[in-house]
């Protein structure tokens, strides 16, 4: 018979108290701590890998005022976060054994474009090719050229300054 490996018992304490009190308060973003969703998240385009303890998506900024609220405690201090995007890193920046906080899956809107001024307002998770094909109708892009711009995320190409 093989063993039942319960991954859970991998978190830290801190971690696991960290996402207990986040789940009761005003956070409505989806928290993964399964093996499965960690692992999913411990490569990027690097070789490297390294297993997160857990995976954040925030649904709005209320969500991340919340979860940066419960992480400015004091019994919390020894807590990493690790903001990602798309994961397209070459270098394995989008990598920590902490905490990852996720924008891609919901905070993912382009809301708002200025033609007069030239600028557009997007959240964090917007894909660059996303954005581009937006654009495109009205003359602009977003650059630079990326080869991974079908998923590089706005708020991980500024994390990593790769734009």
Same mark, same amino acid.
């Given at each position: 018979?093989?063993?039942? &490996?319960? $991954? ?17 308060? #005003? ?7 399964? $093996? #499965? ?19 954040? $998506? ?7 005022? #919340? ?11 020894? &807590? ?17 054994? @902490? ?39 009205? @003359? $602009? ?10 998923? #590089? ?11």
């Amino acid at each position: 018979m093989i063993p039942r &490996l319960d $991954y859970q018992d991998s978190l830290s304490p801190a971690t696991l108290q960290f996402l207990e009190l986040l789940e009761r308060s #005003a956070f409505r973003g989806d928290i993964e701590k399964s $093996y #499965a969703s960690r692992l999913a998240m411990a490569t990027d385009n690097s070789v490297y890998q390294v297993v997160p303890q857990a995976v954040l $998506y925030p649904r709005s900024a209320d969500d991340i005022a #919340a979860m940066l609220k419960l992480a400015a405690e004091p019994v919390f201090a020894s &807590l990493s976060f690790f903001p990602r995007g798309g994961g397209t890193g070459t270098n394995g920046q989008s990598l920590g054994g @902490g905490i990852i906080v996720d924008l891609s899956r919901y905070m993912n809107q382009i809301m708002e474009i200025n033609l007069e001024e030239g600028w557009v307002r997007a959240q964090a998770g917007v894909v660059k090719d996303q954005l581009n094909a937006y654009l495109k109708p009205h @003359g $602009y892009f977003f650059s630079p050229d990326l080869p991974t711009s079908n998923r #590089a995320t706005l708020g991980g190409m500024i994390n990593t300054d790769a734009s």
